[in-house]
C-alpha cells in the first residue's frame, strides 16, 4: 500500500522535499532550500548539482524518519532541460527571468502561435519557454546540436532518478507557446522548428515511469522498487485535489513567487492576453482559464526587513484614510503589466498600516485575476497567502463570494502526492471566509479600483 509519498518541489524562490501521508493528506516531514539561479556561465541559470544533492540528501534523511513508498515530482513552469543522447546538459538550464531571449524578441515573435492557438500570451524575458529554446539554439548552436531531448522541469528531474524520457501536458501548456491546449497536440512552432524530433513522449501526471535507479536506491536508503511517478507544474498540482472532488464552479488561487488563478466551471469570457490571462491544462489534460501576477516577489519586496504584526486599529486607519498601494511593483507581467507602483495616502503609517494596505493591494490584484478568468463560486487559496487573513477578508470583500484558506502548509504537494494515488475524493479543509458584513471593506475595493483607473489614464 501506498501511504507515504515524497515530493520533490521545486519552486522559483524554495526547493523543497515534503514527505505526504495519503491517510490523512497532510504533510508530515520537510525539508527546504533556497533556490537562487547562478550568475556565471553564459547565461544565469539554475544550479541543478545544488539541488540535485539536496533533493538526495532530504530524500535519504525523510527515509530514516518514515519509510517513503513513493516519490512525486512538482515545479515551477516556464523551464526547460536540453539534454544529450546519455541524459547531461547539452546547455545550462536557463532562468527565466533572464532578459537575454528579449533580444530576440522580433525574430521570435515572427514564428510563435497566435493566442488562439496555443492560450500564450507574448511575455517577457524568458516566461514563453519556446522564446528560450528560440535564443539558446540562436546563440549556442553548436550545444543545442548535441541535444537528443527536450523535456520539462519536472521531468527532467524524473529522468535524473529512473533513467525515462518523458514529458507531461501540464508543463507543456504553461504559457510555453508549444503546446496546443484545444487539440491536445504540439503547436505549431514545434513542427516550424523542427524540435518535435527532441520531443519526449508525452505521459500522464500519475504515469509510473519506474523504480529509482539502483545507485540512488543505494545512495538514499530507499527500496530499489520505489516508484517515481512522471509529475507535473507547481499550480496545477494544487489544482489537482480540488478537480478530483470539488463540483464547479469553483476556483483556486495558488500562491508562491507566482500567484496563479484557475478557474473551472466559471462564466465564459474573452482572455486578454494582454493583461497576462492564459490558457493552462490541468493535469487530466483539459483547457483552464488562468491569470497570474508575481504576488509572492512582490510580498517579499514590500515587507522585506518589516514586521508582520497589525491590530483591527490598523485596519480602521487604513480605511479611514484611504491608504492604497496601486500597482505594480512587479512591471511587465500581471493585470496591469505596465502601470508603475504607486501609493496614496501613505505618508507617516506606521508598519501594521503598511502591512495591511500590502495585503490588501495583493488580494486585490487577485480579486483582478480571478474577474479577467470569469471565476464563479468559491475561491481556494492555497499556499502562504492562504495563512494571511487580511489578503483572505479582502478577496472574500472584493469579490463578494466565499474565500476557502487552505490549511495545507504546501498545497502543491499534496497534489503532486495525488499522483500516487488510486483515491478520486479529497475531503478539502480549510476556513471558509464570507464577505465582510462590514461595508468599509468593499468601500475600500471599489475606491482601489476607481484609482487604478485613474491611474491607468494618467499613465497611458
Same mark, same amino acid.
Given at each position: 500500500m501506498t501511504?507515504?509519498v515524497a515530493v520533490?518541489?521545486?519552486?522559483?524562490?524554495n526547493a523543497?522535499?515534503?514527505?505526504?501521508?495519503l491517510?490523512?493528506?497532510?504533510?508530515?516531514?520537510?525539508?527546504?532550500?533556497?533556490?537562487?539561479p547562478?550568475?556565471?556561465?553564459?547565461?544565469?541559470?539554475h544550479?541543478?548539482?545544488?539541488?540535485?544533492?539536496?533533493?538526495?540528501?532530504?530524500?535519504?534523511?525523510i527515509?530514516?524518519?518514515?519509510?517513503?513508498?513513493?516519490?512525486?515530482?512538482?515545479t515551477?513552469?516556464a523551464?526547460?532541460?536540453?539534454?544529450?543522447?546519455?541524459?547531461?546538459?547539452?546547455l545550462?538550464?536557463l532562468?527565466?527571468?533572464f532578459?537575454?531571449p528579449?533580444?530576440?524578441?522580433?525574430?521570435?515573435?515572427?514564428?510563435?502561435?497566435a493566442?488562439?492557438e496555443t492560450?500564450?500570451?507574448?511575455l517577457?524575458?524568458?516566461l514563453?519557454?519556446?522564446?528560450?529554446?528560440?535564443w539558446?539554439?540562436?546563440?549556442?548552436?553548436?550545444?543545442?546540436?548535441?541535444?537528443?531531448?527536450m523535456l520539462?522541469?519536472?521531468?527532467?528531474?524524473?529522468l535524473r532518478?529512473?533513467g525515462?524520457?518523458?514529458?507531461?501536458?501540464?508543463?507543456?501548456?504553461?504559457h510555453?507557446?508549444?503546446?496546443?491546449?484545444w487539440?491536445?497536440?504540439?503547436?505549431?512552432? $514545434?513542427?516550424k522548428?523542427?524540435?518535435?524530433?527532441?520531443?519526449?513522449p $508525452?505521459?500522464p501526471?500519475k504515469d509510473r515511469?519506474?523504480?529509482?535507479l539502483?545507485?540512488?536506491?543505494?545512495?538514499?536508503?530507499?527500496?530499489?522498487?520505489?516508484?517515481v511517478?512522471c509529475? #507535473?507544474?507547481d499550480?496545477?498540482?494544487?489544482?489537482?485535489p480540488?478537480?478530483?472532488?470539488?463540483?464547479?464552479?469553483?476556483s483556486?488561487?495558488?500562491?508562491?513567487t507566482?500567484?496563479?488563478?484557475?478557474? $473551472?466551471?466559471?462564466?465564459?469570457?474573452? #482572455?486578454?492576453?494582454?493583461?497576462?490571462?492564459?490558457v493552462? +491544462?490541468?493535469?487530466l489534460?483539459d483547457?483552464?482559464?488562468?491569470?497570474?501576477?508575481?504576488?509572492g516577489r512582490?510580498?517579499?519586496?514590500?515587507?522585506?526587513?518589516?514586521s508582520?504584526?497589525?491590530?483591527?486599529?490598523d +485596519?480602521?486607519a487604513?480605511?479611514?484614510?484611504? +491608504?492604497? #498601494? #496601486?500597482?505594480?511593483?512587479?512591471?511587465?507581467?500581471?493585470p496591469?503589466?505596465?502601470?508603475?507602483?504607486?501609493?496614496?495616502?501613505?505618508?507617516?503609517i506606521?508598519?501594521g498600516?503598511?502591512?495591511?494596505?500590502?495585503?490588501?493591494?495583493?488580494?486585490?490584484?487577485?480579486a483582478?485575476c480571478?474577474?479577467?478568468?470569469?471565476?464563479?463560486?468559491?475561491?481556494?487559496?492555497?499556499?502562504?497567502?492562504?495563512?494571511?487573513r487580511?489578503?483572505?477578508?479582502?478577496?472574500?470583500?472584493a469579490?463578494?463570494?466565499?474565500?476557502?484558506?487552505?490549511?495545507?502548509?504546501?498545497?502543491?504537494?499534496?497534489?503532486?502526492?495525488?499522483?500516487?494515488?488510486?483515491?478520486r475524493?479529497?475531503q478539502?479543509?480549510?476556513?471558509?471566509?464570507?464577505?465582510?458584513?462590514?461595508p468599509?471593506?468593499?468601500?475600500?475595493?471599489?475606491?482601489?479600483h476607481?484609482?487604478?483607473?485613474?491611474?491607468?489614464?494618467?499613465q497611458?
Amino acid at each position: 500500500m501506498t501511504r507515504h509519498v515524497a515530493v520533490i518541489d521545486i519552486g522559483k524562490t524554495n526547493a523543497k522535499v515534503a514527505l505526504v501521508d495519503l491517510a490523512d493528506m497532510r504533510e508530515v516531514a520537510l525539508r527546504r532550500m533556497a533556490n537562487a539561479p547562478v550568475a556565471d556561465g553564459p547565461y544565469p541559470h539554475h544550479d541543478v548539482e545544488l539541488l540535485w544533492s539536496f533533493i538526495l540528501d532530504s530524500l535519504a534523511g525523510i527515509n530514516r524518519e518514515r519509510r517513503i513508498d513513493a516519490i512525486s515530482i512538482t515545479t515551477h513552469g516556464a523551464t526547460g532541460v536540453l539534454v544529450d543522447a546519455a541524459g547531461k546538459l547539452a546547455l545550462p538550464v536557463l532562468d527565466y527571468e533572464f532578459a537575454g531571449p528579449d533580444a530576440l524578441a522580433g525574430d521570435y515573435a515572427a514564428i510563435r502561435p497566435a493566442f488562439a492557438e496555443t492560450g500564450t500570451p507574448r511575455l517577457p524575458v524568458g516566461l514563453n519557454l519556446g522564446a528560450q529554446f528560440f535564443w539558446q539554439q540562436r546563440n549556442f548552436p553548436a550545444e543545442f546540436a548535441k541535444a537528443a531531448a527536450m523535456l520539462m522541469y519536472p521531468q527532467y528531474w524524473a529522468l535524473r532518478l529512473t533513467g525515462v524520457a518523458a514529458n507531461e501536458v501540464t508543463s507543456l501548456g504553461c504559457h510555453t507557446d508549444l503546446w496546443n491546449p484545444w487539440r491536445a497536440e504540439f503547436s505549431s512552432l $514545434v513542427d516550424k522548428m523542427q524540435w518535435r524530433r527532441l520531443m519526449a513522449p $508525452v505521459r500522464p501526471a500519475k504515469d509510473r515511469l519506474g523504480p529509482i535507479l539502483p545507485a540512488l536506491a543505494t545512495r538514499t536508503g530507499l527500496d530499489p522498487q520505489t516508484p517515481v511517478f512522471c509529475g #507535473l507544474h507547481d499550480s496545477n498540482a494544487s489544482l489537482l485535489p480540488h478537480i478530483l472532488s470539488d463540483k464547479p464552479p469553483f476556483s483556486v488561487v495558488s500562491t508562491g513567487t507566482w500567484v496563479v488563478s484557475m478557474a $473551472v466551471g466559471g462564466r465564459k469570457v474573452e #482572455l486578454d492576453p494582454t493583461r497576462d490571462t492564459l490558457v493552462n +491544462v490541468n493535469a487530466l489534460g483539459d483547457p483552464v482559464p488562468s491569470a497570474r501576477f508575481m504576488g509572492g516577489r512582490e510580498f517579499s519586496l514590500l515587507t522585506e526587513g518589516q514586521s508582520e504584526d497589525w491590530t483591527e486599529d490598523d +485596519v480602521e486607519a487604513v480605511f479611514a484614510r484611504a +491608504v492604497l #498601494l #496601486l500597482p505594480a511593483t512587479q512591471q511587465g507581467s500581471g493585470p496591469f503589466p505596465h502601470h508603475v507602483a504607486t501609493w496614496l495616502n501613505a505618508d507617516a503609517i506606521r508598519n501594521g498600516q503598511r502591512f495591511a494596505a500590502v495585503s490588501f493591494y495583493l488580494a486585490l490584484m487577485t480579486a483582478t485575476c480571478l474577474d479577467l478568468i470569469g471565476a464563479d463560486g468559491p475561491a481556494i487559496v492555497e499556499g502562504p497567502f492562504a495563512r494571511n487573513r487580511l489578503f483572505t477578508r479582502m478577496l472574500a470583500a472584493a469579490t463578494g463570494r466565499p474565500v476557502i484558506a487552505s490549511e495545507a502548509a504546501t498545497g502543491t504537494s499534496i497534489g503532486a502526492a495525488l499522483l500516487a494515488s488510486d483515491q478520486r475524493m479529497v475531503q478539502g479543509k480549510g476556513e471558509r471566509i464570507e464577505p465582510p458584513a462590514d461595508p468599509a471593506w468593499a468601500n475600500y475595493a471599489r475606491s482601489w479600483h476607481a484609482a487604478v483607473d485613474a491611474q491607468g489614464r494618467k499613465q497611458t
